[in-house]
């Protein structure tokens, strides 16, 4: 059973830069497309970024492309967040998918492990 556990999220100033950690165990087969995904309250999960396999190609939400750098390694995946703003005040979900993506895995429905999340406050 494959289990994700993220951690890295806190409380930042308007500006500052957190880095996330997504640590995989109980890998036994494939586990790439990965992503990040988050949860804002009173709104639906939505996709933040996602890398298609270890050194792939990545893919960007329009609202955090710039500021965000997904990147991974065999087992595990991260997220460095630069210049947070007050909305990308959130819980994030990583996320991995069994499914080689042909296309960027934009849609939760796609992944099929997730982690239980880490909260993301920012302040101004």
């Known amino acids: 059973q494959v289990h994700l556990v993220e951690s890295g999220g806190g409380l930042v100033q308007a500006g500052d830069s957190l880095r996330l950690s997504c640590i995989t165990s109980?890998?036994?087969?494939?586990?790439?497309?990965r992503a990040w995904f988050r949860q804002a309250p009173g709104k639906e999960r939505e996709f933040v970024a996602t890398?298609?396999?270890?050194?792939?190609p990545t893919h960007y939400a329009g609202s955090v492309k710039g500021r965000f750098t997904i990147s991974g390694d065999n087992d595990n995946h991260y997220l460095q967040m630069n210049d947070l703003q007050i909305e990308d005040t959130a819980v994030y979900y990583c996320?991995?998918?069994?499914?080689?993506?042909?296309?960027?895995?934009?849609?939760?429905?796609?992944?099929?492990?997730w982690g239980q999340g880490t909260q993301v406050t920012v302040s101004s």
């Open positions: 890398l298609k396999s270890v050194g792939g």
């Open positions: 996320a991995a998918s069994s499914t080689r993506a042909i296309v960027p895995a934009l849609e939760a429905s796609e992944y099929n492990y």
């Open positions: 109980g890998r036994t087969g494939r586990t790439y497309p």
